[in-house]
């Protein structure tokens, strides 16, 4: 699985960012797509995954509430819809995926960058 992410940008703190991930490979069905961030000088974390099929969603208790994790099967897109931004969400944010049954995820598409000013 390739993945590309764009839609990064510079927001106020209150505002709203879309990010979008494009997949290309054979298979997504047992699969998990998923979003992580990692802010400077932190520890990249976890955002919200998303099972390709049923589309079942997972979110961290910071973003719940507040971010929305959605896929296209057609399309074969993994969107983040970002509402009520803090400048604790500045980060870059990466897509990723794995094989539902693995421990790790194994294709990382490049980061974007999301900048929330306050």
């Known amino acids: 699985v390739q993945l590309q992410a764009s839609g990064g940008g510079l927001v106020q703190a209150g505002g709203s960012l879309r990010l979008s991930c494009a997949a290309s490979?054979?298979?997504?069905?047992?699969?998990?797509m998923a979003w992580f961030r990692q802010a400077p000088g932190k520890e990249r974390e976890f955002v919200a995954s998303?099972?390709?099929?049923?589309?079942?969603?997972k979110y961290a208790d910071s973003v719940n509430g507040r971010f929305t994790i959605s896929r296209d099967r057609a399309a074969k897109t993994i969107d983040l819809q970002m509402d009520s931004l803090k400048p604790e969400d500045t980060a870059v944010y990466y897509c990723?995926?794995?094989?539902?049954?693995?421990?790790?995820?194994?294709?990382w598409g490049q980061g974007t960058q999301v900048t929330v000013s306050s």
């Open positions: 990723a995926g794995k094989i539902l049954s693995a421990d790790e995820y194994d294709a």
């Open positions: 490979g054979r298979t997504f069905t047992n699969r998990i």
């Open positions: 998303i099972r390709w099929s049923p589309a079942l969603t």
